[in-house]
């Protein structure tokens, strides 16, 4: 069975761009999660899909991040325009129903 | 507020030492709890999680509610077990909660 997976793997871009990361979940698993880490700090929460409707976005950090779940399948998570405080690993993890969150294996954001 | 507490940023031990990874928690409700593990270029996976009460690759953890902790331990630290090891809290969003993590290196 394939894990959850990310893309890209890494990003590198300069401030006031955009960048679009994508998560594709387990397949059967509608509950799909954000979290990243900045660094020096620990891991945090993002925000929660269950299928298609955000569960909850209250880690989203501001309006500069948009999350889409469109058709409930896969996820993307924007970043508009992007800031030197946005560097960091942003993963992904996937469960069904109520159950183990399986992650990805993360998509390290640079920003210069 | 709801925190996890990993005190230890680096815990260095000999192969064959007893590892304790300690970990404590704030949460008003009954919490969820779990350790995570990322080894090297590895993604995140899931150790073990209280409910089960189970023993994996030799670690347990068990919950203890007076004094709101959750350490790992390992009787006999072995060099594959060098890692980061994350404590984390699943609250009634089932979102979790993270601690900052510990890096535990086996020496040969």
């Known amino acids: 069975e394939a894990g959850v997976t990310q893309f890209p793997s890494h990003s590198v871009i300069e401030k006031g761009q955009t960048v679009t990361l994508r998560c594709d979940p387990i397949s059967g698993h509608d509950n799909l999660y954000w979290y990243r880490r900045v660094m020096g700090k620990e891991i945090k929460f993002l925000l929660h899909?269950?299928?298609?409707?955000?569960?909850?976005e209250s880690g989203m950090p501001n309006n500069r991040f948009l999350a889409e779940r469109t058709g409930g399948t896969y996820s993307t998570l924007k970043v508009q325009p992007a800031e030197l405080e946005d560097s960091g690993v942003y993963f992904c993890a996937s469960s069904q129903a109520w159950g183990t969150q399986f992650f990805g294996p993360g998509t390290r954001l640079t920003v210069l | 507020a709801q925190r996890v507490t990993q005190p230890e940023k680096l815990l260095s031990v000999f192969k064959g030492a007893p590892v304790e990874l300690k970990c404590n928690y704030s949460y008003s409700g009954s919490p969820e709890l779990f350790w995570y593990v990322q080894y090297s270029r590895q993604r995140l996976q899931l150790l073990l999680r209280h409910i089960s009460r189970e023993s994996i690759k030799g670690f347990t953890a068990d919950l203890n509610k007076g004094e709101t902790s959750f350490h790992l331990k390992k009787p006999f630290a072995q060099e594959e077990d060098s890692a980061m090891y994350y404590c984390?809290?699943?609250?009634?969003?089932?979102?979790?909660?993270f601690g900052s993590g510990t890096r535990l290196l086996v020496r040969p």
């Open positions: 984390a809290l699943r609250d009634s969003s089932y979102k979790l909660i």
């Open positions: 899909f269950v299928k298609e409707s955000k569960q909850d």
